[in-house]
């Protein structure tokens, strides 16, 4: 399930954008395209508090709001990139095997622009109700924003509420198939594959046919019957490759579950460990020098102040990198 790993859903969806013409919202008799429209509200869009300059203007991310959200992205797509024309080999073009070099290579282009969102959010497994939990979440804490960006998409009809907008969503959802994970600081605990059982079917079947091609080949030279040899070297001939597909399918379903929770890797749980990160840091600077007993009583006042095991509060405001 690529979409989901490690307790992260992983949503990427791709929204076409409308390609009719639509009313210049700042003039009267001025018309317009949906994607110049598009990019104004993304443009308008406030970013989250990561810079000084965001942060003097003071406006956080919509994203923000959310205490699911770890990172979201709008972007607008135009066309896909062209890698450049496919080498060709110059024998089979002498040997007409290949297309000569003044015969140009089809290119792939999109019908039309497409919105890009990304985003990154905790949920408890990758189903689909898991999915339209969240969304009906986002729409409940940043709708007008949602509304302002995606009635220059095909769909908009739908953005009447929560519903509608996770149908919209879904419709256009692409299988994010690498997810960027890193919150587990350890290896996690995972069960080794047993690879002396899953091989064992195919190891009996190799043996079967060995033994029974041997035993015909001896029975071909002596007076004994070649049948029941015969039947072995058959039997393992079916058995071998049917363990060895049962071998790749039980490795294949392995490979294809999700990696575990991490720790504490929650939004709440990682701004809390933000916030105690940059508090710790400064403790460490103020008490440089301090005597066994200042320092533990003051690691004590640090503790009562900032309370580890309450992830709720205090904590790292959603959206900025300083406390």
Not at 86 to 91: F, L, T
Not at 106 to 116: A, M, N, T
Not at 131 to 136: G, H, N
Not at 186 to 207: D, F, H, M, V, Y
Request: net charge negative; charged share 15%.
């Amino acid at each position: 399930m690529p979409n989901f790993d490690g307790g992260h859903y992983f949503l990427t969806a791709l929204i076409p954008v409308r390609q009719d013409l639509c009313a210049d919202p700042r003039t009267d008799a001025t018309v317009t395209s949906h994607l110049h429209e598009l990019r104004a509200a993304l443009a308008a869009l406030p970013t989250a508090l990561q810079t000084p300059a965001t942060e003097a203007i003071g406006l956080n991310s919509p994203f923000a709001r959310s205490d699911r959200t770890h990172f979201a992205r709008f972007a607008v797509l135009d066309d896909v990139a062209f890698n450049g024309r496919g080498q060709r080999d110059p024998i089979a073009v002498s040997l007409r095997l290949a297309k000569p070099p003044s015969e140009a290579d089809p290119v792939d282009r999109l019908p039309c622009s497409f919105l890009i969102l990304v985003v990154d959010f905790d949920a408890p497994d990758g189903s689909d109700a898991a999915l339209d939990d969240y969304l009906a979440h986002l729409w409940a804490v940043m709708a007008p924003e949602l509304q302002e960006i995606l009635q220059h998409c095909e769909g908009h009809a739908r953005l009447v509420d929560a519903a509608g907008f996770a149908g919209l969503v879904r419709a256009c959802q692409v299988e994010t198939t690498m997810p960027f994970n890193d919150y587990w600081t350890g290896a996690p605990p995972l069960a080794p594959l047993p690879l002396k059982r899953l091989l064992a079917p195919a190891a009996l079947g190799a043996l079967a046919l060995g033994i029974g091609l041997l035993g015909a080949l001896v029975a071909a030279l002596t007076p004994w019957h070649a049948k029941p040899w015969l039947l072995l070297a058959l039997a393992g001939l079916v058995v071998l490759p049917l363990g060895l597909w049962w071998a790749y399918a039980a490795v294949m379903a392995a490979a294809a579950k999700p990696f575990p929770t991490a720790p504490r890797s929650d939004l709440p749980s990682v701004l809390k460990a933000l916030y105690l990160q940059q508090r710790f840091t400064r403790f460490a600077i103020d008490t440089q020098g301090a005597t066994p007993e200042a320092l533990h009583a003051a690691f004590g006042d640090f503790l009562a102040a900032h309370r580890p095991e309450d992830v709720a509060a205090p904590t790292q405001r959603r959206g900025v990198v300083k406390c």
